[in-house]
């Protein structure tokens, strides 16, 4: 977090945060300018969702709090929201069947932010880029559920 002008230049203060994500600036008054602004940058993999200041206005395009100067000591509550919006598709491939039965790839999305699932497209893409489903089947001669040297594919 730093503390600014609102014009780009760097305010020289003492910053104090933890691991909670409180902070706090130490500045003199007369250092401030009106308005001053609060910028967060993100921590790698990390993505502004969200501010909210009780005195100020936020944008999200630049992480920015922008604070007017008052007569105030201290102002409280001026808050950034990042999340972790990574989401990962995974499926481990491995489906044991005896002949004749169908089988299906079910899919896990999980991401460690909250979400909601609102709309679900199933539809397959008939792009000539796409590349034809591959999978190797083995017969399961022995029928341990693992494939063994000399069984067919």
Do not use: M
């Amino acid at each position: 977090l730093k503390l600014a002008n609102c014009s780009g230049v760097d305010l020289n203060v003492v910053s104090i945060s933890n691991d909670n994500g409180d902070y706090r600036f130490k500045v003199e008054k007369s250092v401030l300018s009106n308005p001053f602004c609060i910028l967060q940058t993100n921590l790698p993999e990390y993505t502004s969702v969200s501010g909210a200041s009780p005195t100020g206005a936020y944008s999200r395009n630049t992480d920015t709090i922008t604070v007017p100067k008052t007569t105030a000591t201290s102002y409280p509550n001026n808050n950034f929201a990042d999340v972790k919006l990574n989401v990962v598709l995974t499926e481990d491939g491995q489906h044991t069947i005896t002949a004749g039965e169908v089988t299906d790839y079910p899919h896990r999305l999980s991401t460690q932010a909250p979400v909601w699932v609102t709309q679900l497209e199933q539809t397959q893409s008939n792009s000539s880029n796409d590349q034809p489903w591959q999978a190797l089947v083995y017969q399961d001669s022995n029928c341990n559920g693992t494939v063994d040297a000399g069984e067919a594919v």
